[in-house]
């Protein structure tokens, strides 16, 4: 039961950070334009359907998995399954910190084809 819910707990985590970055809302330098609402979300809608990002993050999981088996199976105090469901977490946090951090360049970048004066 314990590792059900630790496997359920990964699922979540990394399911939680699916759309993190898309919702940024950039620093311009000076005032926005009329335009800007409307393209701001525009710019993090095109940021949110990057899926590919989500793939990413879950193969990253899957790598964290594999790689916390093979080293809870080595390590006296736990086993594989306790391995594989931390390598997972960590993982996919990582995966999910880089996702959210590439879906942010794109809503700067989006809005800077668009004429708007983004800093960050």
Do not use: W
């Not at 590792?3 to 985590?13: E, F, K, M, P, T």
């Not at 979300?41 to 095109?46: D, G, H, K």
């Not at 390598?87 to 946090?93: D, E, N, P, S």
């Amino acid at each position: 039961m314990k590792h059900i819910i630790s496997i359920i707990a990964v699922a979540g985590v990394v399911g939680a950070c699916a759309d993190s970055g898309a919702n940024y809302t950039p620093v311009l330098d000076g005032t926005p334009t009329p335009a800007f609402q409307s393209d701001l979300a525009a710019c993090q809608s095109l940021a949110r359907d990057q899926r590919q990002f989500d793939q990413e993050t879950a193969a990253a999981a899957v790598m964290g998995a594999g790689a916390g088996a093979l080293l809870g199976e080595f390590d006296d105090d736990s086993d594989a399954l306790e391995g594989a469901v931390a390598g997972a977490l960590a993982g996919g946090v990582s995966g999910a910190v880089n996702a959210s951090g590439r879906r942010e360049a794109i809503v700067c970048e989006c809005l800077r084809g668009r004429g708007h004066r983004v800093v960050g």
